[in-house]
């Protein structure tokens, strides 16, 4: 790109410690965000103020050139505060930086402004109908995390033919109301009413006979030929990071900061809490409670160990040769274990902490209704995540359509 942009420019350099500080900031907004449904603008404007929405825009485009495990440590610091922000923050800084990584003449249209964030729905729910100079959009996408706050939702398209046959896929620049190219056939439908994740935010996009000129319409088969044609010298490490993992180690981020918050508050509580109806002073005071706490917080470090592990072959393993389909396969199921140790060390945690948690007033409850929401996310199933590596284990056909090839057996 042609200048660097202001959110890279002010990215810090320490984003994880700049999270932590901005938690308790996150924590204050958070009943607020939950009420509306999106992140407060002033959580936004403090993450923006911080530098922390251009932490990961690449070194080409006047960026840091983070590691992935900053950026999984940075969301999962932030969560601590408020999972739902840390949710549509995780999304909304990963995409605009993927959107800084492109090529010039798509940068220069999606950062006319320079500080334009860029939401993603990488489901193919729409189509791209050749028109001339570009493409004639239609579709509906669903859960745009972060689409209040978005100038652009980049989308998953299938490509049609002049016939109206499918001839390819790929990812499609429209330009949402809050930004400075508003179009009004690109709307936003208010229809992000859950039980956890509230503050995410994660509205539908719709788009009706949106015309999209052809350079911000990206093809995979002409994103494959231009990584397969680009010069080693001009690779960055984001460059080398396998597409298929990135998206459950994305969305995977905010659980593991909702469960640390979780065990902190209860081991905080357990020292003065009592036991209605038991011959204990205090929860303390109970080896069952303590041993309890105990496993849950092994459930909470076995899930970071397997993600360190996933995220290592991305940061590492990836930078030295390509991964194969295998190793994809078991970071797919390193991030559906982790999910399933976070989504049962919450709930044993709730048990300690007893029917009072469940309190609108207490924060445990929407730490543990956010978990639940988050950690059902079909990138995150952990059944079908463990049957794709055993799938590998034994030279079976993939299951997940985003990972067709998982490897021959050893």
Same mark, same amino acid.
């Given at each position: 790109?042609?200048?660097?942009?202001?959110?890279?420019?002010?990215?810090?350099?320490?984003?994880?410690?700049?999270?932590?500080?901005?938690?308790?900031?996150?924590?204050?907004?958070?009943?607020?965000?939950?009420?509306?449904?999106?992140?407060?603008?002033?959580?936004?404007?403090?993450?923006?103020?911080?530098?922390?929405?251009?932490?990961?825009?690449?070194?080409?485009?006047?960026?840091?050139?983070?590691?992935?495990?900053?950026?999984?440590?940075?969301?999962?610091?932030?969560?601590?505060?408020?999972?739902?922000?840390?949710?549509?923050?995780?999304?909304?800084?990963?995409?605009?930086?993927?959107?800084?990584?492109?090529?010039?003449?798509?940068?220069?249209?999606?950062?006319?402004?320079?500080?334009?964030?860029?939401?993603?729905?990488?489901?193919?729910?729409?189509?791209?109908?050749?028109?001339?100079?570009?493409?004639?959009?239609?579709?509906?996408?669903?859960?745009?995390?972060?689409?209040?706050?978005?100038?652009?939702?980049?989308?998953?398209?299938?490509?049609?033919?002049?016939?109206?046959?499918?001839?390819?896929?790929?990812?499609?620049?429209?330009?949402?109301?809050?930004?400075?190219?508003?179009?009004?056939?690109?709307?936003?439908?208010?229809?992000?009413?859950?039980?956890?994740?509230?503050?995410?935010?994660?509205?539908?996009?719709?788009?009706?006979?949106?015309?999209?000129?052809?350079?911000?319409?990206?093809?995979?088969?002409?994103?494959?030929?231009?990584?397969?044609?680009?010069?080693?010298?001009?690779?960055?490490?984001?460059?080398?990071?396998?597409?298929?993992?990135?998206?459950?180690?994305?969305?995977?981020?905010?659980?593991?900061?909702?469960? $640390?918050?979780? =065990? #902190?508050?209860?081991? %905080?509580? @357990?020292?003065? &809490?009592?036991? *209605?109806?038991?011959?204990?002073? +205090?929860?303390?005071?109970?080896?069952?409670?303590?041993?309890?706490?105990? $496993?849950?917080? =092994? #459930?909470?470090?076995? %899930?970071? @160990?397997?993600? &360190?592990?996933? *995220?290592?072959?991305?940061?590492? +393993?990836?930078?030295?040769?390509?991964?194969?389909?295998?190793?994809?396969?078991?970071?797919?199921?390193?991030?559906?274990? %982790?999910?399933?140790?976070? &989504?049962?060390?919450?709930?044993?945690?709730?048990?300690?902490?007893?029917?009072?948690?469940?309190?609108?007033?207490?924060?445990?409850?929407?730490?543990?209704?956010?978990?639940?929401?988050?950690?059902?996310?079909?990138?995150?199933?952990?059944?079908?995540?463990?049957?794709?590596?055993?799938?590998?284990?034994?030279?079976?056909?993939?299951?997940?359509?985003?990972?067709?090839?998982?490897?021959?057996?050893?």
């Amino acid at each position: 790109m042609s200048r660097t942009l202001p959110a890279a420019s002010e990215a810090p350099a320490d984003p994880v410690a700049v999270a932590k500080s901005l938690a308790p900031l996150l924590a204050r907004h958070a009943e607020e965000a939950q009420a509306l449904r999106r992140p407060t603008d002033g959580a936004i404007a403090a993450l923006r103020e911080a530098g922390l929405l251009g932490m990961m825009f690449p070194r080409r485009a006047g960026g840091t050139g983070h590691k992935l495990i900053t950026h999984v440590e940075t969301v999962a610091a932030l969560a601590r505060g408020c999972p739902g922000t840390a949710w549509a923050f995780g999304l909304l800084s990963g995409v605009t930086a993927s959107a800084a990584s492109m090529p010039p003449a798509v940068g220069q249209r999606v950062f006319s402004r320079g500080d334009e964030l860029v939401c993603s729905v990488a489901g193919q729910a729409g189509t791209a109908r050749p028109a001339k100079d570009g493409y004639i959009i239609n579709g509906t996408w669903g859960y745009a995390s972060g689409c209040m706050h978005a100038a652009w939702a980049l989308n998953g398209v299938r490509i049609l033919d002049d016939a109206g046959s499918v001839v390819d896929a790929g990812f499609a620049f429209l330009p949402l109301p809050h930004g400075p190219h508003a179009d009004a056939t690109v709307s936003v439908l208010d229809t992000w009413h859950v039980a956890g994740l509230a503050a995410s935010g994660s509205h539908t996009v719709q788009a009706r006979d949106t015309f999209v000129p052809n350079v911000m319409v990206l093809r995979f088969s002409q994103l494959r030929a231009a990584a397969a044609g680009a010069p080693a010298s001009a690779l960055e490490p984001r460059d080398r990071w396998p597409v298929e993992p990135l998206f459950p180690l994305g969305v995977l981020s905010p659980m593991l900061g909702a469960a $640390e918050e979780l =065990l #902190e508050q209860v081991k %905080a509580n @357990l020292p003065r &809490r009592t036991t *209605v109806g038991w011959n204990y002073s +205090t929860q303390a005071d109970s080896q069952t409670l303590v041993g309890q706490l105990g $496993e849950a917080a =092994l #459930e909470v470090d076995s %899930a970071w @160990l397997h993600i &360190r592990r996933a *995220v290592a072959m991305i940061d590492d +393993t990836a930078q030295l040769r390509p991964l194969s389909g295998r190793e994809k396969a078991r970071i797919q199921a390193d991030c559906g274990y %982790a999910m399933r140790q976070l &989504r049962r060390a919450a709930d044993r945690l709730m048990d300690i902490a007893g029917p009072g948690a469940f309190a609108t007033s207490s924060a445990l409850q929407r730490l543990w209704r956010d978990l639940s929401l988050g950690s059902r996310h079909t990138a995150l199933n952990a059944m079908l995540g463990s049957e794709l590596y055993g799938r590998a284990l034994l030279g079976q056909p993939s299951n997940l359509a985003l990972l067709a090839d998982i490897g021959a057996p050893a």
